[in-house]
């Protein structure tokens, strides 16, 4: 499974990428905004900027909910960097768009994700990334897991090559979770990502370790 980080801030990004496991970087205009990140020339900055720290493909949001905005802002920004990836919003119109740069070879990204039926179009619209929100649908006591199950049986049923990439990703859990159910990608905080790497016994393990090597040493 592959390893997204969901964030704009640049030290975040650059400590997961340090860890050696880091695939991509996932953003929106909300993670932008949180880190102070505003205006047009400051925001197309900020993803190259973000494209130089990690090797993997790093999604930049449109802002427009029209299909000629959305190409409009969609080629400017894959004109950017080879690894940026247009991410469009799961409407009609953001379909249409998946569909014009996919036949472009340019990657997309449909996002807002909800349901398996919306998960089958971006697949046929040729959609490299789909992204059901997990946690979105946990909050609204909905089960976020089930469905990266039912989109998991439908592409492999039909073989289609969109990648799962769960997103609104909450805890460690989430993550194991959806290793287990064969999510391609996760995109998290980097707190999902390092929340892996602690256990108890690891710690006692290696306290016990370096007692005992202090007693003979």
Do not use: W
Not at 31 to 53: F, P, R, S, W
Not at 81 to 106: E, N, R, T
Not at 107 to 124: E, I, P, R
């Amino acid at each position: 499974m592959k390893f997204f980080i969901d964030t704009a801030n640049l030290e975040q990004i650059k400590e997961a990428q340090a860890l050696g496991i880091l695939d991509g970087v996932t953003t929106n205009p909300s993670l932008m905004a949180k880190e102070g990140i505003t205006g047009q020339d400051n925001i197309l900055q900020h993803y190259v900027d973000i494209c130089n720290i990690v090797d993997g493909d790093v999604s930049a949001e449109v802002i427009s909910t029209d299909f000629a905005g959305m190409i409009k802002e969609g080629e400017a920004l894959a004109a950017l960097h080879p690894q940026i990836v247009i991410k469009l919003p799961m409407i009609a119109d953001g379909v249409k768009a998946c569909k014009y740069f996919s036949d472009k070879g340019i990657k997309t990204n449909v996002t807002l994700v909800f349901s398996a039926g919306q998960a089958l179009l971006a697949a046929k619209a040729g959609a490299t990334y789909v992204s059901p929100f997990l946690g979105r649908l946990d909050d609204i006591s909905t089960d976020g897991l089930n469905l990266i199950s039912e989109i998991r049986l439908i592409y492999d049923n039909y073989a289609f090559e969109t990648q799962i990439l769960a997103a609104s990703i909450r805890h460690t859990m989430h993550v194991i979770d959806c290793a287990k159910l064969g999510s391609d990608v996760m995109t998290g905080p980097l707190s999902s990502i390092t929340g892996l790497l602690r256990h108890p016994l690891t710690d006692s393990g290696l306290a016990k370790f370096l007692e005992d090597y202090a007693k003979g040493n």
